[in-house]
């Protein structure tokens, strides 16, 4: 799953985008960075849990920008789910 983080058009990034992917029922899988912020990392959490989305703790926000190959510290990312 890692792996599709890297593809721009199989991911959101940004705890905005991965909310919206999560109410639109978008987001097959949520990664969110350990370090981030409590208001954004509960926010992320809930709606995750809410949608019965799957949640993935990254250490740090530097090292989730790294895996979705992003200049900037990201608190939050999402796979989107297969669209067929």
Not at 11 to 21: D, E, I, N, P, S
Not at 66 to 81: E, H, N, Q
């Amino acid at each position: 799953m890692p792996e599709r983080l890297k593809k721009r058009a199989l991911r959101v990034v940004g705890a905005r985008q991965v909310l919206r992917a999560i109410r639109q029922d978008r987001a097959e899988a949520v990664f969110l960075a350990m370090d981030a912020g409590p208001q954004i990392r509960g926010a992320v959490e809930q709606a995750a849990r809410e949608g019965n989305v799957p949640l993935q703790m990254v250490s740090t926000m530097e090292e989730l920008a790294a895996l979705c190959r992003v200049d900037v510290p990201s608190a939050a990312a999402a796979v989107y789910r297969n669209q067929q």
